[in-house]
């Protein structure tokens, strides 16, 4: 069992930049894909990134590719999200998600593990 809890988010104009963080605890961390998803006011829940088990290999929306930065520290058990250049579009609450999978997806339902949620607001 994967348990997944996410801090950093809060309120920032647009411009500014938040870091997100998500803590697993479980073993063998580094055989875990992990994703961050968002879900805004009224909207379905989106792949936001992607980070792959060492790390080779990361993909990113395109609504944030040049803003955002996904990471993970396998030996601290933990992946962050570094958010620049905010836009009030990118207000929603951000999930970590993690998978047990072999192959990388970006498709939530592949994901067998979810945090509780972290809440971002930027005000324009």
């Not at 309120?11 to 894909?33: K, M, T």
């Not at 879900?39 to 060492?54: D, H, N, S």
């Not at 905010?86 to 207000?91: A, G, M, Q, S, V």
């Not at 192959?103 to 971002?120: E, L, M």
Request: hydrophobic fraction near 35%.
């Amino acid at each position: 069992q994967v348990q997944l809890v996410e801090s950093g988010g809060g309120l920032v104009q647009a411009g500014g930049s938040l870091r997100l963080s998500c803590a697993a605890s479980v073993s063998a961390f580094a055989q875990y894909l992990v994703a961050w998803f968002r879900q805004g006011p009224g909207k379905e829940r989106e792949f936001v990134a992607m980070i792959t088990w060492t790390g080779a290999r990361r993909v990113y929306a395109d609504a944030v590719k040049g803003r955002f930065t996904i990471s993970r520290n396998n030996a601290e058990n933990t992946v962050s999200l570094q958010m620049n250049s905010l836009k009030p579009e990118d207000t929603a609450a951000y999930y970590c998600a993690a998978s047990s999978r072999t192959t990388w997806t970006q498709s939530a339902t592949d994901y067998d593990y979810w945090g509780q949620g972290t809440q971002v607001t930027v005000s324009s």
